[in-house]
């Protein structure tokens, strides 16, 4: 069964400090594809990335960037020079397809993120 | 475009009464999710949408839960009779399906007393 594991349940840092949030993925696909979504206070889910299995090049955008390892099974996501707006819960989910070809995501339990000025 | 429509923003019934959550999805999206999120479970599934037909509702909890899509602009997920457990924020998500991201609504914090 696809299962998403983020181990880390609290992080508190201080602005301009970088943070990196670990998650750890187990499926027995081949194919299928992870993600990184933000819930700020306001409580809405706010989608930030897409990976496919097939595409291990780290990527990067503006303060956010991400590492995918399959070897580790891994989708870390790192907020360089964090701010204050950065504080929320961050989820990383796991992709299952399911019939009519959509995807049914798996959350891990989600991360809460404090950045404190 | 407006994003994911989910009405009402907050409710707070009695053991016992019949809530009705809506969602609108954005327009064009085939595919329709239910979640719910709570602090002891996380996010889960419990029914997903294609084209306005249920195709997957394991995740709905017990009878009680029901879901409809009438059609493709508008879907209602259904509690009755409610009951304090299941308290707990309901997102509503639509998507274009494979591989693509669903975007979430804002969500409907329901406090059943």
């Known amino acids: 069964a696809q299962k998403v594991t983020q181990a880390q349940t609290e992080i508190s840092v201080v602005e301009k400090e970088d943070v990196t949030l670990d998650c750890v993925y187990e499926t027995r696909d081949t194919t299928y594809y992870l993600f990184w979504y933000k819930q700020p206070p306001s409580g809405e889910l706010v989608f930030l990335i897409r990976?496919?299995?097939?595409?291990?090049q780290n990527e990067i955008s503006g303060r956010y960037s991400w590492n995918f390892q399959k070897s580790t099974s891994s989708f870390n996501f790192t907020i360089t020079a964090s701010q204050v707006v950065d504080s929320a819960v961050y989820f990383c989910?796991?992709?299952?397809?399911?019939?009519?070809?959509?995807?049914?995501?798996?959350f891990g339990k989600g991360m809460k993120l404090t950045v404190n000025p | 475009d407006a994003g994911v429509i989910q009405s009402p923003r907050h409710e707070v019934t009695e053991m016992g009464q019949e809530v009705t959550l809506r969602c609108k999805p954005i327009?064009?999206?085939?595919?329709l999710f239910w979640y719910r999120q709570t602090m002891m479970r996380g996010l889960e599934l419990l029914i997903y949408?294609?084209?306005?037909?249920?195709?997957?509702d394991s995740g709905m909890p017990e009878d009680r839960f029901s879901a409809k899509m009438p059609n493709a602009s508008f879907s209602t997920l259904k509690i009755q009779p409610s009951e304090p457990r299941d308290s707990a924020v309901y997102f509503c998500?639509?998507?274009?399906?494979?591989?693509?991201?669903?975007?979430f609504g804002q969500g409907t914090r329901l406090t059943v007393v």
């Open positions: 327009s064009g999206h085939n595919s």
């Open positions: 998500a639509s998507s274009l399906g494979n591989p693509t991201e669903a975007f």
């Open positions: 990976r496919n299995s097939f595409d291990e």
């Open positions: 989910a796991l992709s299952d397809t399911l019939q009519g070809g959509s995807e049914k995501l798996v």
């Open positions: 949408f294609n084209n306005n037909v249920p195709i997957d």
